[in-house]
């Protein structure tokens, strides 16, 4: 009988990895190739100098608009997205059978939107936790109740 190859993704809005786990000891090992990291520059030096400027519907008064969107958050979203094509790629090649998906709730909520329907039938578990500065040797403890001995 096939052993089900899992995977455990581990991100945030501007780092992921992938690492496998393999056997009963739950050694994890960097999957090749997939770390992602985005540069996110502070909102301040994303988007304009200024604000735009209107005027008063009378008067003379101007004063500063804020934009509609915040384009940090923007960032972490395409981000998600670009992590969400990436794993429907390797679905694709069947490099994995089972997803574990570690990332703050925000994260979370942001790959449950980008994640096909063929990924979304592959995640096992979910996290709301940011282990993306552990080092893969600790994260078993974190979730060590989600795979039984």
Do not use: C
Not at 25 to 53: I, Q
Not at 86 to 91: G, N, P, S
Not at 95 to 110: E, I, K, S, W
Request: charged share 30%; no cysteine; hydrophobic share 45%.
């Amino acid at each position: 009988m096939k052993t089900a190859k899992t995977w455990i993704l581990i991100a945030d809005g501007a780092r992921a990895r992938l690492a496998s786990a393999e056997g009963h000891g739950m050694a994890l090992h960097l999957v090749e190739k997939f770390e992602f990291r985005a540069d996110h520059s502070p909102n301040r030096e994303l988007g304009r100098d200024r604000p735009a400027r209107v005027y008063e519907s009378h008067g003379a008064t101007r004063h500063g608009i804020e934009p509609k969107t915040d384009a940090h958050r923007e960032l972490k979203r395409d981000f998600s997205e670009q992590v969400a094509a990436a794993l429907a790629e390797h679905l694709s090649r069947k490099r994995f059978d089972r997803l574990v998906v570690v990332a703050p709730p925000v994260m979370l909520g942001d790959l449950r939107t980008s994640l096909s329907e063929a990924v979304i039938a592959t995640v096992v578990a979910e996290v709301a936790m940011d282990l993306t500065k552990v080092p893969n040797s600790d994260v078993p403890r974190y979730i060590a109740d989600l795979f039984p001995a």
